[in-house]
């Protein structure tokens, strides 16, 4: 089939999506927005809603390279939003990202509470680097205050790519659909070879167990993954 595409067509060539973006660059630079309430990093990015959807894109993803370009080597570590500070698995967490922070290894999470929170917790109070990479959803769950670097995502594949770019493997703590969303992209990453040496670390063995028992006997059986 053919795309569709809203507004107005796409530049034909390379040369005029560059022109495109320099151009647009140049008014939003005019327009640089902060709210500091909310403690987001915009400062630079495209305002959402201006222009054509794949001028958004192509600006939030220049926008988080930039702002992520001293990310190095990170960990990202994804789990529930609605963990409370008592149960086990967020103590478990915080335990894990301190121990990462120790060995100066950059945490990353989605930067909401929950498991994302006490994974940004255990790192900053360690001293280390924690950054939150957070996403506009139609009910705010706000960024955690223990963040040194955070930033606020319009589109979920721009913000899906950070934790995979900035990261050498992926520790899965208990969630729900969102976390399931993040360990099976990681996981078709690997089958399909896009990345290499990417540790996937799922935390709970009560937890995970019946989820692998069926990938490995039902879905592995049948052939459809390897």
């Not at 034909?12 to 008014?27: F, M, P, Q, T």
């Not at 327009?31 to 894109?57: H, T």
């Not at 988080?64 to 149960?87: C, P």
Request: net charge negative; with cysteine; aromatic share 12%.
């Amino acid at each position: 089939g053919t795309v569709q595409w809203k507004d107005e067509a796409p530049p034909a060539r390379l040369e005029d999506i560059v022109a495109a973006y320099e151009k647009s660059a140049s008014a939003v630079n005019d327009k640089i927005e902060r709210i500091d309430e909310a403690g987001w990093e915009k400062k630079g990015r495209f305002l959402m809603g201006e222009g054509p959807a794949w001028e958004d894109s192509i600006g939030e993803f220049v926008w988080g390279f930039d702002n992520l370009a001293s990310i190095e080597n990170g960990v990202s570590i994804f789990g529930s939003a609605r963990t409370k500070s008592n149960d086990r698995y967020y103590q478990d967490a915080v335990e894990v990202a301190r121990l990462l922070a120790e060995h100066r290894i950059p945490v990353i999470t989605g930067g909401g509470p929950g498991i994302m929170e006490a994974g940004n917790r255990g790192a900053k109070e360690a001293g280390g680097e924690s950054v939150g990479c957070n996403i506009e959803l139609p009910f705010e769950q706000g960024n955690n205050p223990y963040l040194t670097k955070n930033l606020l995502f319009k589109f979920f594949f721009v913000r899906k790519t950070m934790f995979v770019k900035y990261a050498t493997a992926f520790i899965v703590f208990p969630g729900g659909y969102g976390t399931m969303d993040e360990l099976f992209e990681a996981l078709t990453l690997i089958q399909t070879g896009k990345v290499k040496s990417f540790p996937v670390i799922l935390f709970g063995r009560a937890y995970w167990e019946g989820m692998v028992e069926w990938l490995s006997r039902t879905v592995a059986g049948a052939g459809n993954i390897d």
